[in-house]
Nanobody
Framework: QVQLVESGGGLVQAGGSLRLSCVAS?????????MGWFRQAPGKEREFVAA??????GTNYADSVKGRFTISRDNAKVYLQMNSLKPEDTAVYYC???????????????WGQGTQVTVSS
């Protein structure tokens, strides 16, 4: 089993910054897996935010966050630096891991419990 624990969420004003962290652990965690972030706002489907390959050399971002968010990785830890936050970024953010870098939630095997990010206008 794999455990993913997110931290760093909170309340911030529009234009502000937050840094999310996620730590993976467990006997079956594969350090060669991709890691990523998705988010889900109330009444909406879970959507892709960013993902990073196991080497860190490959990254992918949703168009809505390009230029504002940066994903990085240190072995079993993944980070999401969020700058220039907007009210529409408000959501629960989930950390995930899976065998390949993908924008589809179906390609990821394990999920964290989520951390709330609220951006006030």
């Amino acid at each position: 089993q794999v455990q993913l624990v997110e931290s760093g969420g909170g309340l911030v004003q529009a234009g502000g910054s937050l840094r999310l962290s996620c730590v993976a652990s467990g006997r079956t965690f594969d350090r060669w897996y991709a890691m990523g972030w998705f988010r889900q706002a109330p009444g909406k489907e879970r959507e892709f935010v960013a993902a990073i390959s196991w080497t860190g050399a490959g990254t992918n971002y949703a168009d809505s966050v390009k230029g504002r968010f940066t994903i990085s990785r240190d072995n079993a830890k993944v980070y999401l630096q969020m700058n220039s936050l907007k009210p529409e970024d408000t959501a629960v953010y989930y950390c995930t891991t899976g065998p390949r870098l993908s924008t589809s939630p179906h390609d990821y095997n394990y999920w964290g419990q989520g951390t709330q990010v609220t951006v006030s206008s």
